[in-house]
């Protein structure tokens, strides 16, 4: 691999992973309810599932998913099912006004890091054209005449950076409407407008064709 073909696969993923997806909503809700520490659980969900996705992508099964219609339609349609899960859970999530707080103290529940790093986790793995991208995209950056695993290797180095940085800029943006999530009615909106987006999604992924 040159290092040009490196650049420009650094331009490529910056312009992709800067796209808004599923990944960078539940990143962003994690941190505007919980806190970027906590939105940083949520990150390492995402790209756990991402990272074994596109090794799994490199072991061919990218391949089978495009050989295979069947196999790839019935991940699409699970995955779409979870996202629309997912999207009625946050839709119908309850809300309290902690505007009161001053003068009626509420103890908050402590903070379930597991949970979201699976729900993080499956949200991304939810997509199965992940391991199609992978196969896709990958390829057109590695040459066939040199040592492929360490070109693998630094590819995949370069895309978990950048798309971590993204997952942060799209934390701190999440942490500056937590000031606004402490009424109720502004928290059922935010849960509502995240709700229906998640469902937004599903319904996208359901309906995609390729």
Aim: charged share 10%; net charge positive; proline share 5%.
């Amino acid at each position: 691999m040159t290092l040009s073909t490196w650049w420009l696969f650094i331009l490529m993923t910056f312009v992709v992973s800067a796209t808004p997806g599923p990944n960078m909503l539940m990143v962003m809700s994690v941190s505007a309810k919980h806190g970027v520490r906590a939105s940083v659980v949520a990150m390492l969900g995402c790209m756990t599932a991402l990272l074994a996705m596109m090794s799994i992508s490199a072991a061919g099964l990218g391949a089978v998913l495009q050989t295979s219609p069947q196999v790839f339609e019935a991940l699409r349609l699970a995955g779409a099912a979870y996202l629309a899960y997912l999207g009625i859970k946050v839709w119908r999530s309850p809300v309290q006004d902690q505007t009161a707080a001053e003068t009626s103290p509420v103890v908050m529940p402590a903070l379930n890091t597991g949970a979201i790093y699976r729900q993080a986790f499956l949200v991304a793995a939810s997509n199965p054209k992940a391991i199609l991208f992978a196969a896709a995209f990958f390829p057109q950056f590695i040459h066939a005449d040199a040592p492929q695993f360490p070109q693998f290797a630094i590819l995949l180095a370069t895309f978990t950076v950048i798309e971590v940085g993204w997952y942060m800029v799209y934390a701190v943006s999440g942490k500056r409407l937590s000031v606004y999530l402490q009424r109720a009615n502004v928290m059922r909106a935010f849960n509502r407008l995240t709700g229906g987006v998640f469902i937004g999604f599903a319904a996208l992924m359901a309906t995609a064709r390729e």
